[in-house]
Each structure stands twice: as C-alpha cells, then as structure tokens.
C-alpha cells in the first residue's frame, strides 16, 4: 500500500505524541489531540454524517487532502526554525496553551453561512479545544505555509507561516471552498526567534477589522472566532526595551486562499521553477474558472487579472479611510483580498500622510502611497513570474502592468462618484472630487463623517449653507474659504442628475458611506476593558460594525459618530517590525 509523503508524517507525529497507533487515528470521525498539553483529551470513536448546521464537529467534514496530493511536503518532520526548500507546506501541529482558555467572540455568520456550523456548538468543549488549538479534526492534517516576501522595499527571503496554522478545506453546502486557519497558535519552521503566538490586543483588532471590512464591503478574510489564554507572552511594543506582559491569543481565520505574492516569490529566488509552476497552476484552477488550464497564455492571464483586482482592492481601501500599515508582499494576497490585519487604521481626519504603523518612520505605508506599493508588490510578482513566460508573453505582462495606475484611478473615481451621489459622466468629476480632498486635508476634516454628512444634509441645508450643529464634520470643512465654492459646483453637478430626487441622492449615499467604522480610539477603548476581562464593547463593536451604514442607539449612545476624543489624535497601532523577529518582539 502506497503512503504518501505527508501521510506519512503525520502518522510519525501521531506515535511520537503518544497519541496510540496510527490506525485508530484514521477509523473514526472526531477529534484529535494535538501535542500533549492540559487542554487536550482523548477523542470519542463514532461516525459522522455531514448535514447542514451541525451542532457537533464530528459531523463537520475538514480535509488536508486537497492541499497536500498535488504538493511535496517538507520531508523534515521535526518542528525547529530552519531554512526550508522544495515544498510548499510544512507538517506541523499547534502548540496548546498550558493555562485555561476562554471563547470571547465568535462570527455568526461565518459560523453559520460559510462553515454550516449552528451556532449552538459554540458552547461545546470541543469547539473551545479546536479554536484554541486544542485538538485537530479527524482529516485534518495542520500545515505551515512556506514563503517569501519583500518587506519595506527589500527582499527578506525565507518568511512563512511563523504562528499560524493551516488546518484544512472545507467546502459548504454552497459549493464554497474555504481555507481554515489559527493565528496564534505556536512555533513552526518558519517562526524565526519569534515565540508563534499572538497576543489579545492584536488578535481583537484583527477578529473586529476583518469582520468590519466584510460589512463595509471590502474583499477579506473572515474571523470566525476568537480565543484568549492565561498565558503570559513577552512583548517589547514599543521596539523601547519596555518588554510588558500580555496575555495570548488565537484567532480561527478563513479565506479561499491564504497564498500571497511571496508564496510564488520563495520559489522564484529558490529557483525551484518546477515547483513554482505546480503552485501556480493549482491555484490558476481552483481559484480563477475563467482562465483555460489549456491555454498556453495561462499565466499571463492570471498576471492581468491580479493586477485589475488589486487595483480595485487598493481603491477600496481608499474610499473607506483604511491603510493596512504592512503592505509586504507576502501580506499581499494572490486573490485580492485583505489578509493579514496587523498596524491597520481607518483615518480620522484626512490626511494623504496618514501613517497607522508606529515602526513605518519613512511612511512607506501612509495611506496616500498603497496605490504605489500596490504597483511595486504588482512589479515584484511580474519578476517571480519572468522565468515562466516566453519573450512575447514578458512584454505583455509589463504592458499589463503599465495600466494598472488608470485601471485604480478609474476605480478610485467611480467609487468616489458613487460617495458624492453622482450619477452619469462629466468631464469636471475628477476636479470636484479632488477639490473636496483638498478642502478636507486643509481643515482636517473627518474623512468618514464628511462623506456620512453629506448624505444626510439637504440639497436646500448646503444651497444656503446652513450646516447644523449635529453635522460637526462638515462645520469644519465649512470654515475653509473656498467651501462656498465648492458646495455651488457641487450643487449644480447634482442638478445634472437624469430623473433624480434629492432624497433619492441621499437615500443613495447612505447606502455607501459608513457611519460607523473601527476607528482606533474605538478599538483601544474595547482593549482596556478586555484586559480586565470585560469582553463587552468588543461584544458592542462587533454588532455594531455589522451594519456600518445603519444609525442605531447603542452606538450613538457610546458616541461612535461623535468627533474623536483628543486622547486619541496620534493613536496608533504598537510595535510591529517586519526586518527580524527577536526573541520578546514577535510581531503581533
């Protein structure tokens, strides 16, 4: 009977465990330890049936399979920090915490929508032990990921999955295909000096900013839940030698994908091309249908359609404030959807230099320059791509790339367009656009509640420029001299609406501007309470952001759409470096 490489690891890993014999392992549907720790128990033999809305993971088929047949695997079994070639994954287990674990938020909806979990298993044991990296599902074979990446301009070589764990596939009742993963939960090969974990202030701020983007509309992983421990992780936030205690945490994440730009990028400067081209066109069938598996221009298709997506990511991320603080390649994900939430900020006011990371002090990352890093991360896959393309097929590509500036000014403009209520084309659109942002960077006005306002305020408020007390953004864009000016232009552009209403308009743009985003303030005060184990403003913030474009009274009573506290003018994310890990400064 033929074995294949990473089954074969696994079963090593399960006798070496203490586990018992391999085959009980593979006879029954259930859970599985993970390595031996205080959260792990014996798992109970029985038959599963998969069904919709399983209250039991033993009815919840997950599966390696699909991501481990078409691949070598690390043919290291031993879990130590190394240099790793010709594979794309690494068998590895996560490491459970040694303390009590505690459930503090899980998404309903990913629950139940993309997992056909009922909500009622969040209660189960089983579901705290799997979250937290407790045990492993039956089929599910846990898996580092092995890549590279350019971080702040420069090649970083070897970088990976350094505390997360790819745990399966699921595909649900939809058809969907989701890629399960822990954040958090222990060392891998690729861990570097870093100590695989993650600690609760990163992992709320992530659980909250993927769930908001969803919401807001913007392409992302998804937070299906969220796990805290009594174990004491190190942290050095500040790069200040100011090491402070923190406790750890897990995030269980789902994405169609967690390949990125530098999951190409590793093979490339490894010069592993065959293996490069297995990669590629796995991820060309699963995850881009259009493209013909027969086509000689393969790649090239897939380059084209990456740039446009991410052109359209990055325009995204501009209309609603967000800068992701890290946007490295190997952050950068091969589907065009936000992965990898760590230094993160919606901007307050707006600024063009916005900066959320506090290690960025050459503002690589500010917000006015993603479309940049967007088209340098863009260039960075075309050089991986290079040794797969013929000469013909090279020029193309670079052509391709050449358009992806007015692909993202195109996308940035009718996103903008849509903000303001405008409808049909005029040729001054772009001017009226950038004159409100320059009237907005002038008085600093709140880029979020600007928009928001706009959509509430009247045709008749703005025409006799009588901006009500409760419209506070907008009575700061009203003191720029030139605002009169631009509310006429504006004016006179929304009377060239065809067949509209100005409560037409307005009802428009309420369905597109956000009231409510995780402004930092917002997410820092959630921390502190967290930290004294009082989990109710993250319980507060994730139902709020559900339904951003809504006024509701719980928000309104926490003051979510009032002007930011003082407090938090120069709020930023803390300590993240992506050159090295060091021993207490994992970055988290």
Not at 78 to 86: I, K, L
Not at 93 to 118: G, M, W
Not at 377 to 389: C, D, F, R, T, Y
Request: net charge neutral; with cysteine; hydrophobic share 40%.
């Amino acid at each position: 009977m033929w074995w294949p490489p990473w089954l074969a690891a696994w079963l090593a890993w399960a006798c070496r465990a203490g586990v018992g014999r391999p085959s009980p392992l593979c006879a029954f549907r259930g859970l599985c330890p993970a390595p031996l720790g205080p959260n792990t128990s014996q798992p109970e033999p029985g038959h599963c049936r998969r069904q919709r809305g399983a209250a039991d993971l033993c009815a919840w088929p997950l599966s390696s399979e699909s991501l481990l047949d078409p691949f070598p695997i690390d043919v290291i079994q031993e879990n130590y920090v190394r240099n790793v070639r010709n594979c794309i994954f690494s068998v590895v287990y996560p490491t459970p915490f040694k303390s009590r674990v505690r459930l503090v938020a899980v998404s309903k909806d990913v629950l139940e929508n993309i997992l056909d979990l009922d909500i009622s298993v969040k209660g189960t044991s089983d579901f705290l032990q799997f979250v937290s990296g407790g045990k492993v599902i039956f089929g599910s074979v846990p898996l580092a990921h092995r890549y590279g990446g350019h971080q702040f301009g420069s090649w970083a070589g070897q970088l990976g999955d350094g505390r997360a764990h790819l745990l399966g596939v699921y595909t649900n009742r939809h058809g969907e295909r989701w890629e399960i993963q822990l954040k958090g939960s222990g060392k891998t090969p690729y861990s570097r000096n870093g100590d695989g974990r993650a600690v609760l202030r990163s992992s709320v701020r992530e659980f909250l900013c993927s769930e908001a983007m969803h919401y807001l509309g913007i392409p992302t992983s998804r937070a299906a839940s969220l796990v805290v421990s009594d174990d004491d992780v190190w942290r050095d936030q500040f790069y200040n030698g100011n090491i402070k205690k923190e406790r750890g945490a897990v995030v269980l994440r789902v994405a169609k994908s967690w390949f990125r730009i530098g999951s190409l990028e590793i093979l490339a400067h490894s010069g592993e091309l065959d293996l490069q081209r297995r990669l590629l066109d796995f991820i060309i069938q699963e995850h881009f249908p259009s493209i013909a598996m027969n086509d000689s221009n393969r790649y090239l298709e897939f380059f084209s359609t990456v740039v446009s997506e991410t052109a359209d990511l990055m325009a995204l991320w501009m209309s609603v404030g967000f800068a992701h603080g890290v946007c490295n390649t190997d952050n950068f994900s091969l589907l065009s959807v936000t992965i990898d939430y760590g230094p993160f900020g919606f901007m307050d006011s707006y600024d063009p230099n916005f900066v959320p990371n506090t290690s960025d002090d050459e503002g690589r990352y500010k917000i006015g320059n993603q479309a940049n890093v967007g088209l340098f991360n863009l260039s960075k896959l075309l050089q991986a791509l290079k040794p797969l393309l013929d000469p013909r097929q090279k020029q193309l590509a670079s052509q391709i790339l050449e358009g992806y500036g007015e692909h993202y000014y195109r996308c940035l403009t009718e996103l903008f367009k849509t903000k303001l209520g405008l409808l049909g084309e005029n040729e001054d659109d772009k001017y009226l656009i950038a004159f409100l942002l320059k009237l907005m960077e002038d008085t600093k006005a709140d880029f979020t509640m600007t928009f928001r306002q706009l959509s509430e305020i009247t045709a008749d408020q703005l025409q006799e420029l009588h901006i009500p007390e409760e419209f506070w953004a907008l009575q700061d864009l009203g003191k720029h001299q030139s605002f009169s000016e631009w509310v006429a232009m504006y004016l006179s552009r929304l009377n060239r609406n065809k067949s509209d209403s100005d409560t037409q308009r307005r009802t428009r743009m309420t369905a597109v501007n956000p009231i409510y985003i995780l402004r930092n303030w917002m997410a820092e005060s959630a921390l502190q309470k967290a930290n004294l184990n009082d989990f109710s403003e993250v319980h507060l913030l994730q139902r709020i952001l559900q339904r951003p474009f809504q006024r509701q009274q719980a928000a309104e009573k926490a003051g979510y759409s009032l002007r930011p506290p003082a407090w938090a003018k120069d709020l930023k994310a803390k300590g993240y470096k992506c050159h090295s890990f060091q021993s207490v400064s994992h970055k988290s």
